[in-house]
């Protein structure tokens, strides 16, 4: 079992950054994958970025070179570091895990935890 619980989110302008914790405990060792999900209302749920237990990172292109995922193990936490925010990036954000590398993952459904999500507000 993994237990995932998010923080960090909150309002901002556009241009502006923003840092999301998601804090891991329970046997984290036995997941492969942890990646950061967004939904929007009305929209379906995306993956914005993924991190590898060996530390390969990918990301959407809706926020690479923008968004940067990392992974903390003497933490125990993974980040999203969010720099020059756009209002399209206003969503929940979610933390979840898989037991897969990242690229085996065809989708969400295949991501087995998840965290409670934490808002993401951006304005003009």
């Known amino acids: 079992q993994v237990q995932l619980v998010e923080s960090g989110g909150g309002s901002v302008q556009a241009g502006g950054s923003l840092r999301l914790s998601c804090a891991v405990s329970?046997?984290?060792?036995?997941?492969?994958?942890m990646a950061w999900f967004r939904q929007a209302p009305g929209k379906e749920r995306e993956k914005v970025a993924g991190i590898d237990i060996d530390g390969a990172t990918s990301y959407a292109d809706s926020v690479k070179g923008r968004f940067t995922i990392s992974n903390d193990f003497g933490k125990n936490t993974v980040y999203l570091q969010m720099d020059r925010l756009k209002p399209e990036d206003t969503a929940m954000y979610y933390c979840?895990?898989?037991?897969?590398?990242?690229?085996?993952?065809?989708?969400?459904?295949?991501?087995?935890?998840w965290g409670q999500g934490t808002q993401v507000t951006v304005s003009l």
């Open positions: 329970g046997n984290r060792y036995s997941t492969r994958c």
């Open positions: 979840a895990a898989s037991y897969m590398d990242c690229a085996r993952n065809p989708g969400s459904w295949t991501f087995t935890y």
